[in-house]
């Protein structure tokens, strides 16, 4: 099992470009989640997923898009990238039963927005 | 509202002395508590959880931790430190999301630990 795999580890973006951040879980779990992590912050939910199809916002949703077409992809889509949106990115997922409540997070994909 | 506190954000020991590493959280509903551990540049590691049962949780790498739901606190623990426990731990709480069978994990701001020999 790889657990949750995210892609790139590292990216620069300028002002006004997009970028696809890549999630990926094989543990076929239902639910997956997308947190961000500002400097000596905790981490904010941005979006989540009970399931491919169905996705909702989380916190910190503007400027931010999702979708969930298999079980296993939970691509986060960056539109007109913004210097605010420099952050550590991180992808989770979780089972769909009373151990949902804890979540499995990927290695996270540092962005940097000039 | 639900959050977390966790009361300080550097705590420096030597190594081989023991360590808490303190968090309070509030939360109107039944909690599930956890500790993470993020050592530099990787991610979220999962130390122990409180879902239910006994107060006293034990994880990995012999932290334990104990819930009290008098004083709403998750303290970590360690009774001796060593050089790779310099890390970055985040204690959380796992709380439903409205109208959904998923949950969010709130996360307190972080206590560095840092190991001096």
């Known amino acids: 099992n790889a657990g949750v795999t995210q892609t790139p580890k590292f990216r620069i973006l300028k002002i006004g470009q997009s970028m696809t951040l890549q999630c990926t879980q094989d543990m076929n779990h239902n639910y997956m989640y997308w947190y961000r992590q500002d400097p000596g912050m905790g981490l904010k939910l941005i979006y989540y997923?009970?399931?491919?199809?169905?996705?909702d916002k989380g916190e910190v949703p503007n400027g931010y898009n999702v979708s969930r077409s298999t079980t296993e992809d939970f691509p986060l889509r960056l539109e007109l990238a913004a210097p605010s949106q420099t952050s550590v990115y991180f992808c989770?997922?979780?089972?769909?039963?009373?151990?949902?409540?804890?979540?499995?997070f990927g290695p996270g994909t540092r962005l940097t927005v000039t | 509202a639900q959050s977390v506190t966790q009361l300080d954000s550097q705590v420096p020991v030597f190594e081989e002395a023991p360590v808490e590493l303190r968090c309070n959280y509030s939360s109107s509903v039944s909690v599930y508590l956890f500790w993470y551990v993020q050592y530099p540049n990787q991610g979220l590691q999962l130390l122990l959880k409180y879902l239910s049962g006994s107060t006293l949780v034990k994880g990995i790498n012999g932290f334990e931790a104990e819930f009290n739901k008098s004083q709403t606190s998750f303290h970590l623990r360690k009774p001796s430190v060593h050089i790779s426990d310099t890390a970055e731990y985040f204690c959380a709480v796992s709380v439903p999301l409205p109208y959904s069978s998923a949950s969010k994990i709130i996360f307190g701001s972080g206590t560095r630990l840092s190991i001096r020999p």
């Open positions: 989770a997922s979780s089972y769909r039963d009373a151990s949902s409540y804890e979540q499995y």
């Open positions: 997923s009970v399931g491919a199809g169905i996705t």
